[in-house]
């Protein structure tokens, strides 16, 4: 019977022990018994130099999930892998139950489709301006545009509401409400 098991690798090398670990079953012909590797991810869109991109995100930097039939012939061909360092579990690896892996899958299988917003700022919002003249002043979120990377914060300045505008995402920081008083 196949189950799924969480692997753990070498955080940032996912991918690439994935591509090792194909080679390895390909090579020892244990295709039957090690059916579906996957490195969670996420497609998340941000704004770099003024330009949108969707890049992909590890939603588990470190690990990678594996369906397989446990035998000494696939433990061995897993951990004798480049950059594995263990099956989630300890000594003896641990399947998932039934019900993590659906709850797992779905979850993946709703990030496949999507895209992240990599900032989750939105109007009404409290942010602290980190960068620029307003160094240090906290304001309210007015107006975001996701495609151009900027927003607009309503700051008091001696009192006076003055709008700040242009703001890229990595200026601001959003505060927690209780931070506010």
Request: with cysteine; net charge negative; charged share 30%.
């Amino acid at each position: 019977m196949h189950n799924w098991y969480v692997l753990q690798v070498m955080s940032g090398h996912e991918k690439k022990i994935k591509k090792a670990l194909l080679e390895n079953i390909r090579r020892q012909h244990l295709e039957e018994l090690i059916s579906e590797i996957i490195v969670p991810i996420e497609n998340v869109q941000e704004v770099k130099k003024g330009e949108q991109k969707i890049v992909e995100k590890r939603l588990w930097p470190g690990y990678i999930l594996l369906r397989m039939k446990l035998t000494d012939e696939t433990w061995q061909c897993i951990k004798d892998t480049n950059g594995v360092i263990a099956f989630l579990g300890g000594g003896q690896p641990t399947p998932l139950t039934q019900k993590e892996v659906d709850e797992i899958l779905v979850e993946l299988e709703a990030k496949k489709t999507g895209v992240v917003q990599k900032h989750k700022v939105d109007v009404g919002d409290v942010v602290k301006i980190n960068e620029g003249v307003f160094i240090n002043f906290m304001g309210t979120v007015t107006e975001v545009n996701y495609e151009k990377g900027k927003l607009s914060v309503l700051v008091s300045i001696f009192g006076r509401d003055t709008r700040v505008d242009d703001l890229e995402f990595w200026q601001i920081e959003e505060v927690s409400p209780e931070d506010v008083n």
